[in-house]
């Protein structure tokens, strides 16, 4: 499998959808894409799709004790539910849906009969 990484940031401070909308302005803006109206629009898309992921991991923090029987109901309806990609996702939105399912995928085997035991 081949991966192509444009950029990497540290975000020491709470992954809020605040923090994230900044960081990725400044990423946006670092690449020089083409002026405010389509910083908007990215960060807005992205923010719409990542505030689920941050749902689940705010959760996933405020319990003390978390198991498997919360962690992968929780990945199969993200991946299930959440990360499809639909005929009105731009190209941006489907890859990051793709990648963030393809990786959950990868990480927890939501769906592997191995896992289930």
């Known amino acids: 499998m081949k991966s192509n990484v444009l950029l990497t940031r540290a975000m020491p401070e709470r992954q809020t959808g605040e923090n994230l909308a900044n960081s990725?302005?400044?990423?946006?803006?670092?690449?020089?894409?083409?002026?405010?109206?389509?910083?908007r629009g990215v960060v807005s898309e992205l923010s719409e799709c990542l505030s689920v992921l941050s749902?689940?991991?705010?959760?996933?923090?405020?319990?003390?004790?978390?198991?498997?029987s919360v962690i992968y109901p929780m990945v199969s309806g993200l991946i299930i539910a959440c990360l499809v990609v639909e005929d009105?996702?731009?190209?941006?939105?489907?890859?990051?849906?793709?990648?963030i399912s393809a990786e959950l995928d990868k990480r927890y085997q939501p769906t592997s009969t191995e896992t289930a035991k």
């Open 88 to 99: 009105t996702d731009s190209s941006l939105i489907s890859r990051v849906k793709e990648t």
């Open 55 to 68: 749902d689940a991991t705010a959760y996933m923090c405020s319990e003390s004790d978390v198991s498997c």
């Open 24 to 39: 990725l302005t400044d990423c946006v803006s670092e690449f020089g894409l083409s002026g405010k109206d389509y910083e």
